[in-house]
């Protein structure tokens, strides 16, 4: 069945520094490619996402990528601050089937 | 602007009482909606959507249901719960475009 790994599981960087998820995707009909946010205790926040058609994405100090012949995306967050530190969970997805297929998260601790 | 709301916030429970937890959004109409569980410290497991009035899909066997009563709510029931039911409940709508947001959860504690 469809599948989205994500790596690393955990990711402890200074602040300042850069920090990058990554995850790989199984269904190479997948066209949606969506990254959550979520702070303890609250819910998932979407934060930036990526279509097919398209290859990189930035949001000021976030960006994603997408290498759709890899089926790999990843997640950038540049001059990382303490706020940024949560969990973060990829999702891939195909239209017309409503689902998101998430990976298993990221937590990234960003020490000040 | 489209709002999503859960409730209750917070539900303690024993063993083997029923459930039910609702949904409703604001602001938009034939909504995709919803229910995923995400236990402690770990990732989100779709329990069920919906794509329009009565229609229900199931992702995952357990003893869990869901109802789409009006077009813009959402119930998650159970008849009888069991410690493994525990978690942090979540209802998400999307529309026209992929982008799924997610309500405030529910977080229920079987005991």
């Known amino acids: 069945g469809e599948n989205v790994e994500q790596h690393p599981s955990t990711l402890s960087v200074q602040e300042g520094d850069s920090a990058v998820i990554k995850c790989t995707y199984s269904d190479s009909a997948s066209n949606y490619f969506p990254w959550y946010k979520q702070e303890l205790g609250k819910r998932p926040q979407l934060i930036i996402d990526?279509?097919?058609?398209?290859g990189e994405k930035k949001d000021q100090r976030i960006a994603v990528t997408l290498n759709k012949t890899a089926k790999h995306f990843s997640l950038h967050i540049t001059e990382t601050q303490p706020e940024d530190s949560a969990v973060y969970f990829c999702a891939a997805s195909t239209r017309g089937t409503y689902k998101y297929i998430f990976g298993t998260g990221t937590r990234l601790k960003v020490l000040a | 602007s489209q709002t999503i709301h859960q409730w209750p916030a917070t539900l303690v429970q024993p063993v083997g009482s029923p459930l039910s937890l609702e949904c409703t959004v604001e602001?938009?109409?034939?909504?995709?909606l919803y229910w995923y569980r995400q236990a402690a410290g770990r990732g989100l497991q779709l329990l069920f959507y919906s794509v329009g009035i009565g229609q229900i899909s199931s992702e995952v066997p357990q003893n869990l249901s869901a109802s789409r009563p009006q077009d813009r709510q959402f119930i998650l029931s159970s008849k009888k719960l069991l410690l493994s039911d525990s978690g942090f409940y979540l209802c998400?709508?999307?529309?026209?475009?992929?982008?799924?947001?997610f309500g405030p959860g529910t977080r229920l504690t079987v005991t």
């Open positions: 998400a709508w999307s529309g026209d475009r992929d982008e799924q947001y």
């Open positions: 990526i279509r097919s058609n398209v």
């Open positions: 602001g938009t109409s034939n909504p995709n």
